[in-house]
């Protein structure tokens, strides 16, 4: 009897199929929007920049909205080391500190304040609040919006008499669109402004072209299964790695103690809970924040090295590619200032939503439920914990304290239910419960 042969997953492949279809209906669809969903190092910057050379190759100029001058810097660069020659414009404010000075060095690049000065120019780029401001211009055949998720609608109809069509690129996993104003009085409408550039893009626009991208680059074989069920249940993506394409290990023999067995299981698994006794705290908790760093000192004193796919050859882990997540800046700053008193420098430690993009080699993310005495809503926001856990490449090591799961359990929501608000699946509270779940297998526990 034969039995069925079931394909291997080509992750390389299904990358490259995803992308044609996604180049195919950019350039030669006739669809006003295309919007791209990408998982936490699907390679969305990738994706952005090989579309904008190929619809700059076609002769069709294009604009580029980014959300953060940070990112609009990146594309730049990431453009000019693909094409050196491209004429390319980079839009900016009138601030003294306007961009990177490395952007000086690419003689391609042009800058301005005035979108005037770049007219002609195969790609123009900059933040949607400074494309806000431009008027009086012919609009662009074509435009690129990257981090399309994080944009909020009303940023969006600032800008949308600029161009013609758009391809939408961004993650709806990761963290809302930040307001500082209360948007109560439009929950439920179709134009609140509040709400994702993308979800009301497809909510007055169901039947625009969506694609995804089914592979992370980022995230390793032990981590993407997690975050995928967790986060991206409808969505679901693959590891463009196996479980034996990445290896973490120490040159330095564990003491024994909590932080140094939670760096192990880490190292041997991916992801490793540092949990403290159960005890509600302030929100900077000090032996929270003391086993964080501890965490981060040990990591660096036993001399990690790092193999996978982009070098057979050990690589020494440093300083800058380890990074610390929290919920909250007062919490980011305790961290920094308890790694300061242990002499250690070059660590990125800083919120998920300054965290949000960027990719390290070793995470340690303090829990955002840790030694609360209530769930928020803030709290348990899906996408501040999917940010948190799917920073890093190899290993993720959380630190909380025990009980989080009675907490999730005894504090249902008592957020107001909006007519009409699309209900975000899975919510805060099914997604800490899964989280929790899988950390409970490589839990270490220890008290200072």
Not at 209 to 223: C, D, I, T
Request: some cysteine; proline content about 7%.
């Amino acid at each position: 009897m034969t039995g069925t042969v079931i394909p291997l997953f080509d992750p390389g492949a299904e990358a490259a199929r995803a992308t044609a279809a996604i180049l195919e209906d950019t350039l030669g669809g006739d669809a006003r929007g295309v919007v791209v969903d990408s998982p936490p190092g699907a390679g969305k910057s990738t994706l952005v920049v090989r579309a904008a050379l190929e619809l700059a190759a076609a002769g069709r100029p294009l604009m580029v909205v980014a959300q953060t001058n940070a990112q609009v810097d990146d594309l730049v660069v990431r453009l000019a080391e693909k094409e050196p020659g491209l004429p390319v414009g980079r839009l900016h404010s009138n601030d003294a500190d306007p961009y990177d000075k490395a952007l000086d060095e690419l003689p391609a690049v042009r800058k301005s304040a005035k979108a005037g000065d770049l007219a002609g120019l195969d790609v123009v780029i900059s933040t949607a609040a400074k494309w806000a401001h431009v008027k009086d211009v012919e609009p662009w055949r074509h435009a690129i919006v990257d981090e399309a998720y994080q944009m909020r609608s009303d940023a969006l109809l600032a800008v949308a008499g600029l161009f013609e069509r758009a391809l939408f690129v961004g993650d709806p996993g990761q963290l809302d669109p930040f307001s500082v104003v209360g948007a109560g009085q439009w929950a439920g409408l179709s134009y609140d402004p509040s709400a994702s550039a993308v979800s009301t893009l497809l909510a007055h626009n169901p039947r625009l072209p969506q694609h995804r991208l089914p592979v992370s680059w980022r995230l390793p074989a032990s981590a993407a299964p997690l975050v995928s069920a967790a986060f991206y249940p409808y969505t679901p993506f693959r590891s463009g790695t196996g479980p034996d394409d990445r290896r973490l290990t120490f040159g330095v023999r564990s003491d024994g103690s909590g932080p140094d067995r939670v760096l192990d299981e880490a190292a041997e698994s991916g992801w490793g809970l540092l949990e403290l006794p159960a005890r509600h705290t302030p929100r900077t908790d000090p032996e929270a924040v003391r086993a964080v760093a501890q965490v981060v000192r040990r990591l660096l004193d036993r001399g990690g090295t790092s193999v996978s796919e982009r070098s057979a050859d050990p690589v020494p882990l440093t300083a800058d590619r380890v990074a610390v997540g929290t919920a909250h800046r007062d919490q980011a700053a305790a961290v920094r200032s308890a790694l300061a008193e242990r002499g250690v420098a070059g660590v990125t430690v800083d919120t998920a939503n300054r965290l949000q993009g960027r990719e390290f080699d070793v995470t340690v993310v303090l829990h955002p439920l840790s030694g609360r005495p209530d769930a928020t809503a803030f709290h348990l926001e899906t996408g501040r914990l999917c940010v948190l856990a799917s920073r890093h490449r190899h290993a993720c090591v959380v630190v909380c304290r025990a009980g989080v799961a009675g907490l999730l359990d005894e504090h249902p929501s008592t957020e107001p239910v909006q007519l009409g608000v699309t209900m975000k699946f899975p919510d805060g509270w099914e997604a800490n419960h899964a989280v929790l779940s899988h950390l409970e297998e490589h839990r270490v526990s220890w008290a200072l």
